[in-house]
């Protein structure tokens, strides 16, 4: 009688490997720099583009935990909010008396429980959907913002503040290391613990989860506090590099997180996507708006070209399906 072997895993693919998404990206970043070097003398500037990542990777912090969100089918429209909550709170403590050390803690803290009542209301109102919940905190925490310092700025931090937003450990920006680390920790945790892979399961089928022992509620509560944690993270690179704040900062910041998170190709419809491409979108976004600004592009047309390659990343994968689905029938 002939055995039957059933394979707990598929068999290494050196095609389906180099077929990810992962390394359209690459192509593409490639090809970004091309472009932007033959376009602009000043491009290619060593000192240009390590300080360059000054001015993108602070909303970088939120784009690590909304992969997860994301994955989970889920969304959070308030990050933005939460930033500008956040920020405007510890300026206000600070130029109130309050030591910057405490004003930092609080700021930390607020991101946090702002995060939390969105994971709160979320599991608590499942009738709503996260965009709709996420609205309403969006319109309330920045409401709270403009309360607390109305149309104002507040500033005149300490000195070392700065060096969060600006300073360098040797001749790396600090911001860097720190988001280096982080995107190390939020990798790890995505596809290397049982966690991560809970994450995935109810994104993929959030009922058969349920029904198979995943507290989704408790995880969901969890990924949205650290949203609210990283936007809170986001908040300090943020205010350290003004060097004041306003109720009006980060004020789009959740459509460009999401953008980079769905060009790194993230399903939008759950279960599916890599950290991995989620950080190579980062930087393929933020080099893109560098060399196009060198050459005074308005900010218009590089809207239009992030659209285009939005509208690309969702094409693909559609693509490869169809093409796989003829290639069964032919």
Same mark, same amino acid.
């Given at each position: 009688?002939?055995?039957?072997?059933?394979?707990?895993?598929?068999?290494?693919?050196?095609?389906?490997?180099?077929?990810?998404?992962?390394?359209?990206? /690459?192509? @593409?970043? *490639? &090809?970004?720099? #091309?472009?932007?070097?033959?376009? %602009?003398?000043?491009? $290619? !500037?060593?000192?240009?583009?390590?300080?360059?990542?000054?001015?993108?990777?602070?909303?970088?912090?939120?784009?690590?935990?909304? /992969?997860? @969100?994301? *994955? &989970?089918?889920? #969304?959070?429209?308030?990050?933005? %909010?939460?930033?500008? $909550? !956040?920020?405007?709170?510890?300026?206000?403590?600070?130029?109130?008396?309050?030591?910057?050390?405490?004003?930092?803690?609080?700021?930390?803290?607020?991101?946090? &429980?702002?995060?939390?009542?969105?994971?709160?209301?979320?599991t608590r109102f499942k009738e709503l959907s996260a965009v709709i919940?996420?609205?309403?905190?969006?319109?309330?925490?920045?409401?709270?913002?403009?309360?607390?310092?109305?149309?104002?700025?507040?500033?005149?931090?300490?000195?070392?503040?700065?060096?969060?937003?600006?300073?360098?450990?040797?001749?790396?920006?600090?911001?860097?290391?720190?988001?280096?680390?982080?995107?190390?920790?939020?990798?790890?945790?995505?596809?290397?613990?049982?966690?991560?892979?809970?994450?995935?399961?109810?994104?993929?089928?959030?009922?058969?989860?349920?029904?198979?022992?995943?507290?989704?509620?408790?995880?969901?509560?969890?990924?949205?506090?650290?949203?609210?944690?990283?936007?809170?993270?986001?908040?300090?690179?943020?205010?350290?590099?003004?060097?004041?704040?306003?109720?009006?900062?980060?004020?789009?910041?959740?459509?460009?997180?999401?953008?980079?998170?769905?060009?790194?190709?993230?399903?939008?419809?759950?279960?599916?996507?890599?950290?991995?491409?989620?950080?190579?979108?980062?930087?393929?976004?933020?080099?893109?708006?560098?060399?196009?600004?060198?050459?005074?592009?308005?900010?218009?047309?590089?809207?239009?070209?992030?659209?285009?390659?939005?509208?690309?990343?969702?094409?693909?994968?559609?693509?490869?399906?169809?093409?796989?689905?003829?290639?069964?029938?032919?």
């Amino acid at each position: 009688m002939e055995k039957r072997v059933i394979e707990g895993s598929k068999a290494f693919s050196w095609k389906t490997f180099f077929l990810q998404w992962e390394w359209m990206l /690459v192509l @593409i970043f *490639i &090809l970004v720099n #091309i472009i932007n070097a033959n376009l %602009s003398p000043y491009y $290619l !500037s060593g000192d240009s583009l390590r300080d360059a990542t000054m001015t993108f990777l602070d909303k970088a912090f939120i784009v690590l935990p909304m /992969v997860f @969100i994301i *994955i &989970l089918g889920d #969304i959070d429209i308030s990050v933005g %909010s939460i930033v500008a $909550l !956040s920020s405007v709170i510890m300026a206000d403590l600070y130029t109130k008396g309050v030591p910057m050390e405490i004003a930092v803690v609080i700021c930390l803290a607020t991101g946090t &429980l702002c995060g939390y009542i969105n994971g709160l209301l979320i599991t608590r109102f499942k009738e709503l959907s996260a965009v709709i919940v996420t609205l309403a905190t969006m319109i309330i925490y920045r409401g709270i913002a403009y309360v607390i310092l109305e149309d104002q700025a507040a500033g005149k931090f300490p000195e070392w503040f700065s060096y969060l937003g600006w300073g360098y450990a040797g001749s790396i920006p600090f911001i860097f290391i720190v988001f280096v680390i982080c995107a190390i920790i939020f990798g790890l945790l995505l596809h290397k613990t049982t966690f991560g892979r809970r994450v995935y399961a109810m994104g993929s089928n959030l009922t058969a989860s349920q029904f198979s022992g995943i507290q989704v509620d408790k995880i969901k509560i969890i990924v949205f506090t650290l949203a609210g944690l990283m936007a809170a993270v986001t908040a300090l690179f943020l205010t350290s590099r003004m060097g004041s704040t306003r109720p009006n900062v980060a004020t789009g910041y959740e459509l460009d997180v999401i953008a980079m998170v769905v060009l790194g190709g993230v399903s939008t419809a759950g279960g599916k996507g890599k950290m991995i491409g989620a950080i190579l979108a980062i930087f393929l976004i933020g080099f893109l708006r560098y060399g196009l600004g060198l050459i005074n592009v308005p900010a218009q047309v590089l809207l239009i070209i992030i659209g285009l390659l939005l509208i690309f990343a969702v094409m693909v994968p559609n693509l490869k399906g169809k093409l796989g689905k003829l290639r069964k029938t032919s």
